[in-house]
């Protein structure tokens, strides 16, 4: 069970912090702070430490470089390799890229066309741009032009209009876009290869993951078993008001009701993208009484132990 510890965080566990989240892992810290690993992640984002750097070896430069020499033909993904050498696959892109095995000038026309599908070829070739634009480039003095009156434009607006764009976009986002809503634009988003719909075990609620949809059976069988006095899927969305760039609001994954009547809210985060990262930042910022409890990797596959015998359990490891 995870849990959270009561304390206030001090300046003298800040500064422990500090000194040995580079070298000891969050397991060792969560006994030394006697904090749960969650809070102990949670504190590291808040004081904008960096990533924790772990050394690689030669035998993992050694396969990271074969895999990378042999990739044309190559059967094993990217992904697979990932999971035998215990990194994430964005720390094996990186590591590619700081070892020179990726193409890094390659230009974003030639990044374009590689992801372009034959059958798009194909159509092009047969039809045509069908704006008739195919080959074109815009000038400099277009771009420049385009740039200039986008500027004006987005200067002559106020700071109560600029809010109350963001406070309309998010209300439409809300309309459209819930689990009651059009459930097809899920199935798009950037964690495109998650197992996103609805469960019928779960009062057919849509759930973007098989982890939240796991998780969602975990609480429920906590409040069963009087740990818990309730919990709801993503019902609040908090908004930053004023802001105008990257994260504008933020919904968390659950909101949870201790037996107490506190309110803890739980993200789900198998991998930390930067956007993430910057939700939680403005959450502690504009919401400093709203605390979130966030859920790893880790944390979530001991909760998996516990939780594979309960009824409706998902075993595919899907974030």
Not at 86 to 91: K, L, M, Q, V, W
Not at 219 to 242: N, Q, S
């Amino acid at each position: 069970m995870v849990t959270r510890a009561d304390h206030a965080w001090t300046q003298a566990d800040d500064d422990n912090l500090r000194a040995n989240y580079q070298d000891a892992t969050y397991a060792a810290l969560s006994v030394q702070l006697n904090r749960s690993v969650g809070s102990i992640r949670n504190r590291r984002y808040r004081l904008d430490l960096d990533r924790k750097r772990i050394d690689w070896g030669a035998d993992e430069e050694g396969a990271l470089r074969e895999w990378y020499a042999r990739r044309e033909g190559q059967s094993t993904r990217l992904s697979d390799l990932a999971r035998q050498l215990g990194r994430s696959r964005i720390a094996l892109a990186l590591k590619a890229s700081e070892l020179g095995l990726t193409e890094r000038h390659r230009s974003h026309d030639d990044m374009a066309k590689s992801r372009m599908s034959a059958a798009q070829t194909q159509w092009l070739k047969t039809n045509g741009h069908p704006r008739g634009f195919l080959g074109g480039r815009h000038t400099d003095q277009a771009k420049a032009l385009v740039g200039l009156a986008s500027k004006r434009n987005w200067e002559s607006v106020t700071d109560e209009e600029r809010e109350a764009r963001i406070v309309k976009g998010n209300r439409s986002r809300i309309e459209r876009y819930t689990r009651e809503g059009a459930s097809f634009v899920f199935s798009r988003n950037t964690y495109s290869r998650t197992n996103g719909g609805r469960r019928e075990d779960l009062d057919n609620c849509y759930f973007r993951s098989s982890w939240e949809a796991n998780y969602a059976r975990y609480l429920r069988a906590m409040k069963t078993a009087g740990m818990i006095a309730d919990w709801v899927y993503e019902p609040d969305r908090f908004i930053f008001h004023g802001v105008t760039r990257g994260a504008l609001s933020y919904t968390p994954d659950f909101r949870v009701t201790g037996l107490d009547g506190a309110i803890v809210y739980h993200e789900i985060k198998g991998w930390m993208d930067s956007a993430s990262k910057t939700r939680l930042k403005r959450i502690a910022q504009y919401y400093p009484t709203v605390t979130v409890l966030v859920i790893g990797k880790d944390e979530y596959m001991e909760i998996a132990r516990q939780g594979q015998y309960l009824p409706g359990w998902e075993a595919k490891r899907t974030v």
